[in-house]
């Protein structure tokens, strides 16, 4: 088997960034150019002010930039040298046409297909890095063998499992590594040619290698599965309000039974991020095209779950502050869909804050890494008016001076600074009732209580 010596990535986002970063960091003998359409972006990952925020990623990046990781907008060069190809371009829910708001759009894919096929020569491996619907590999080699000349491609699939906020963490140390082939002899000796890549750090057992379509779907049952934990849990933390239960200890006493397991069990104010809805949508998709009704209802319950959990969430202040917030100050805490991202995709805070602002509220909000443009695109795509950002939203420089003078605070993410707040000095700068409504029990409820707060918060009584 001959070992790779140069890597290109097509797409430089929050996956094909680090991921590459990760591998020319591993790998210092192969060279691996990222590119991507996008200047601005390609521009940010050359200085120290990186497109995607992730702690650690400045350190990967700086080890391996300019000595064998370059990021530029130069893709017909990259692609020509290189022995594989990794396509992480996005895969968002279509917004047009058939299957509009549930297939996946794959023009970016077919895109990237078409940029390889032109500019090829000589064989390469394909790698579908980009999560995509089950037989899409099908149609990329369609796309590659009827406009390439030279070129002889093996396609595999290759899925990224890795969770924003930890990246760094999941990439040096993943639990699997999926890699899907042809079972013929020329997609053996492909797949053994990437395990080779991921092999430098990564154990040979930890290393999954299936068929094609295998990869290909467990991409998206493992995010449908995982997200199906939170809205299981989500659902429960409606119960546990209602009984005086308590969500945090029915987790701990379901997940102690190692068949359940305590990862992904805690209730929050709804599951955000680029990835969950947009694949949950795509997997009932399929099912519906390929003839399965049932299946296809049956996850859809997770999407509809965590709807709910989001506008339960964003009703219970309304009806709390004595069901009017027009021109009450509220508080919101945290844009970003987790901690540790600068990514706001899908955000339950962007449904919340979307909510109060058409209720008349004034929303001061603070999140320690979201831009500004960011959150105004963000609130507008879902449907908020210009003038209604313009006239009722605030952004501030810190979660006390969001405070200062609200009604409320809302906790929509869970921000570790957000605990270290000095509460009896926010709490004589609020309006009295002074109400908390921790949509991600994050901090002491006890404490606040005793401070004079009304708090309300997931799944607690
Ligand atoms: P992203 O939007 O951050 O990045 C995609 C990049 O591809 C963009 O910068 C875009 O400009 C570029 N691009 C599109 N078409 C191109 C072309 N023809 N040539 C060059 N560049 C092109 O998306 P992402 O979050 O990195 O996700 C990429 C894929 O990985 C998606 O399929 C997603 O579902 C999957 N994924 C994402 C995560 C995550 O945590 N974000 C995790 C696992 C898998
Ligand atoms: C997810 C998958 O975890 C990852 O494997 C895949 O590659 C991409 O999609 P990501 O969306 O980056 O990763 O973050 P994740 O940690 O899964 O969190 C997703 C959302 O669920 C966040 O809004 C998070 O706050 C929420 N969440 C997570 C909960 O509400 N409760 C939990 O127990 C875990």
């Not at 359409?37 to 200085?47: F, K, Q």
Request: with cysteine.
């Amino acid at each position: 088997m001959k070992s790779p010596k140069r890597i290109c990535c097509i797409g430089a986002g929050y996956v094909g960034g680090p991921t590459m970063a990760m591998i020319a960091a591993k790998c210092p003998d192969i060279r691996v150019d990222v590119v991507d359409i996008n200047e601005a972006r390609v521009a940010a990952w050359n200085t120290d002010e990186l497109p995607v925020y992730e702690p650690g990623l400045l350190e990967v990046v700086k080890e391996a930039r300019g000595r064998n990781l370059f990021f530029s907008t130069k893709t017909d060069e990259a692609i020509v040298d290189a022995d594989i190809i990794f396509v992480s371009v996005g895969t968002p829910t279509k917004t047009y046409g058939m299957g509009a708001g549930r297939a996946a759009d794959l023009c970016y894919i077919e895109s990237a297909a078409r940029m390889i096929a032109r500019v090829a020569r000589g064989p390469k491996i394909i790698v579908e890095k980009s999560t995509i619907p089950v037989r899409t590999a099908v149609a990329m080699r369609a796309i590659l063998s009827a406009n390439s000349e030279e070129g002889k491609f093996q396609v595999l699939s290759n899925p990224e499992f890795l969770a924003e906020g930890t990246a760094v963490e999941d990439l040096e140390n993943p639990d699997r590594i999926l890699i899907g082939g042809e079972r013929t002899p020329e997609g053996d000796a492909a797949v053994e040619t990437l395990v080779s890549v991921y092999n430098r750090w990564i154990p040979r057992e930890n290393i999954l290698t299936t068929n094609l379509w295998s990869s290909e779907l467990s991409k998206l049952v493992a995010n449908a599965f995982l997200a199906q934990r939170i809205s299981s849990i989500n659902s429960i933390s409606a119960l546990c309000e209602a009984t005086e239960a308590d969500v945090d200890e029915v987790a701990r006493a379901i997940g102690a039974d190692s068949r359940i397991g305590p990862k992904f069990l805690k209730a929050s104010v709804g599951f955000g991020g680029s990835c969950f809805q947009k694949d949950i949508l795509n997997l009932t998709y399929l099912c519906e095209h390929f003839g399965l009704p049932e299946v296809a209802a049956y996850w859809d319950q997770v999407i509809k779950m965590n709807d709910w959990q989001k506008s339960r969430f964003s009703a219970n202040i309304v009806q709390t502050l004595f069901n009017t917030v027009r021109d009450k100050r509220i508080a919101v805490w945290g844009f970003a869909f987790k901690k540790d991202t600068n990514d706001t995709r899908e955000s339950a805070a962007i449904y919340v804050c979307r909510d109060l602002l058409l209720e008349g509220a004034q929303i001061a909000l603070y999140d320690p890494r979201v831009p500004v443009q960011l959150i105004h695109q963000e609130l507008q795509y879902a449907g908020v008016s210009q003038d209604i950002i313009d006239q009722q939203l605030t952004i501030c420089a810190s979660c006390e001076e969001a405070a200062d003078g609200a009604h409320a605070v809302a906790i929509l993410t869970e921000w570790d600074e957000f605990r270290d707040v000095d509460f009896e000095q926010m709490y004589a700068s609020m309006f009295k009732p002074a109400f908390v409504f921790d949509g991600r029990d994050l901090v002491d409820h006890s404490q606040l209580r005793e401070i004079g707060f009304e708090v309300y918060a997931i799944g607690k009584g």
